[in-house]
């Protein structure tokens, strides 16, 4: 749909700031399509949606990314992924779009998620995957502003429960065995 057919929607942060934005554009929110959609029967009214849940910064983040994307379709992110930098993965405007701060990325992940844009989505969680990567408890704690609600002993009593979970065994058929044997001999003993 191109731009005289389609009109133009006007997007409203939730300071009531406003964007006027190609209805392509702008219906790349699924959230957005389904309520201009709902409104079709006014076709002579101004269209304007309102976006409580996105501050005008991120919304104009949000349009940039938009924009770009009509005149170049991002690289479909697969999984598994074949490579731990988002470079390898998409184009590099792409790329360079979420070399942004930290908050204003964790707010375009929510403001993708908000307006039910896919793609936008998928490459924010993308650049917060590749963020998180190989960081310890506490550095994710301070991150993602989350308390540590264990005790220090209930910290380690969970830790020792599942210190099969970080360090992968080198010697797993040889545990596995073990464990098999001893259930067998208990077995035995029982009896």
């Given at each position: 749909m191109d731009s005289e057919e389609g009109g133009t929607?006007?997007?409203?942060?939730?300071?009531?700031?406003?964007?006027?934005?190609?209805?392509?554009?702008?219906?790349m929110s699924k959230?957005?399509?389904?309520?201009?959609?709902?409104?079709?029967?006014e076709d002579d009214s101004p269209r304007e949606i309102q976006l409580p849940n996105v501050k005008g910064t991120v919304l104009a983040k949000v349009i940039e990314y938009c924009e770009h994307f009509q005149t170049e379709n991002m690289t479909e992110i697969s999984t598994p992924?074949?490579?731990?930098?988002?470079?390898?993965?998409?184009?590099?405007?792409?790329?360079?779009?979420?070399?942004?701060?930290?908050?204003?990325?964790?707010?375009l992940v929510?403001?993708?998620?908000?307006?039910?844009?896919?793609?936008?989505?998928?490459?924010?969680?993308?650049?917060?995957s590749v963020?998180?990567?190989?960081?310890?408890?506490?550095?994710?704690?301070?991150?993602?502003?989350?308390?540590n609600e264990f005790t220090p002993e209930e910290e380690a009593q969970v830790r020792e429960e599942n210190k099969?979970?970080?360090q992968p065994s080198k010697r797993g058929d040889d545990a596995a065995s073990n464990t098999a044997t001893n259930n067998n001999n208990n077995a035995s003993s029982s009896s």
């Open positions: 929607i006007t997007l409203i942060s939730s300071e009531g700031e406003r964007f006027q934005v190609d209805a392509s554009v702008a219906k959230l957005v399509e389904s309520t201009v959609d709902e409104d079709e029967d992924l074949k490579s731990s930098k988002i470079e390898d993965l998409v184009q590099p405007w792409y790329a360079d779009y979420v070399k942004v701060e930290q908050v204003l990325l964790f707010e929510t403001a993708a998620n908000f307006m039910d844009i896919k793609p936008l989505l998928d490459l924010t969680c993308l650049a917060v963020f998180i990567k190989g960081k310890s408890p506490e550095e994710l704690r301070r991150i993602f502003n989350l308390s099969w979970a970080e």
